[in-house]
């Protein structure tokens, strides 16, 4: 049997960000986003909104929590719902495009927090190097 020593200065796995910094980042990158595509003209599409808010919710869920994934989906679809859809400056339901739009947003911030995981898995695992003994 050999032993062998852990490296003595470990870094720890980044923990994730807390939950309500998380929809508070997604509240305030969101309504830029949204203020900035609006003055650029580009909000008559929202198919351009939700892509731009799709890889907002990826990033934040790239750094938060599993458990911060729905609550960033449905924040961002809350302002892409006020600020770029008919009519607008309310809130409001359409069957026919609402739940893709949750769908997609919700499917990014999933994706994003399971990419997070699994690069600091990763970076962790190559954090613990074993180093021999002297025997």
């Known amino acids: ?34 203020i900035v595509l609006d003055l650029l003209g580009a909000l008559d599409s929202t198919g351009l909104a939700l892509v731009g808010l799709s890889l907002l919710a990826a990033s934040l869920g790239a750094r938060g929590r599993f458990t911060a994934a729905p609550g960033t989906a449905l924040l961002c679809w809350a302002l892409l719902n006020i600020r770029a859809a008919a009519p607008t400056g309310e809130i409001s339901w359409a069957e026919h495009r609402d739940p893709l739009w949750i769908a997609c947003l919700l499917f990014a911030a999933l994706t994003g927090t399971a990419g997070g995981r699994i690069r600091h898995a990763r970076a962790a695992y190559r954090r613990v190097t074993p180093h021999r003994t002297a025997d």
């Not at 032993?3 to 997604?26: F, K, S």
């Open 1 to 34: 049997m050999q032993w062998w020593l852990m490296a003595d200065r470990v870094r720890p796995v980044p923990e994730p960000v807390a939950t309500p910094l998380i929809w508070g980042a997604a509240v305030g990158g969101a309504f830029v986003l949204l």
